[in-house]
């Protein structure tokens, strides 16, 4: 199984990104699909996940602001950043769950908004 995500990078203040994380080895379209980050010095947090039939949940923090989404026949998942803070900066991870025993991690990007 691998989830590889990339899309991450410096951005300033108010702007947007983009990242994908592309999955293999799995079946794509039953997990559950989420996005997690890990500020420095701080505990990974669930920044939005989304269903199988496409329902989706956000921490309060990114209402608004950031919207995911999948595309099961490329087995993507993506989450679009836009009005970026500062306090947006960490490590965003890529998870699938199906189960407490079938659930994967990517191996994480960084965002850094910074101006």
């Known amino acids: 199984v691998q989830l590889v995500e990339s899309g991450g990078g410096l951005v300033q203040p108010g702007g947007s990104l983009r990242l994908s994380c592309a999955a293999s080895?799995?079946?794509?379209?039953?997990?559950?699909m989420g996005w997690y980050r890990q500020p420095p010095g701080k505990q990974r947090e669930l920044v939005a996940h989304?269903?199988?039939?496409?329902?989706?949940n956000y921490a309060d923090s990114v209402k608004g602001r950031f919207t995911i989404s999948r595309d099961n026949a490329k087995n993507t998942v993506y989450l679009q950043m836009n009005s970026l803070k500062p306090e947006d900066t960490a490590v965003y991870y890529c998870?699938?769950?199906?189960?407490?025993?079938?659930?994967?991690w990517g191996q994480g990007t960084q965002v850094t908004v910074s101006s």
């Open positions: 080895g799995i079946f794509f379209s039953i997990y559950v």
């Open positions: 998870n699938a769950q199906l189960s407490t025993a079938r659930e994967y």
């Open positions: 989304i269903t199988r039939s496409g329902s989706t």
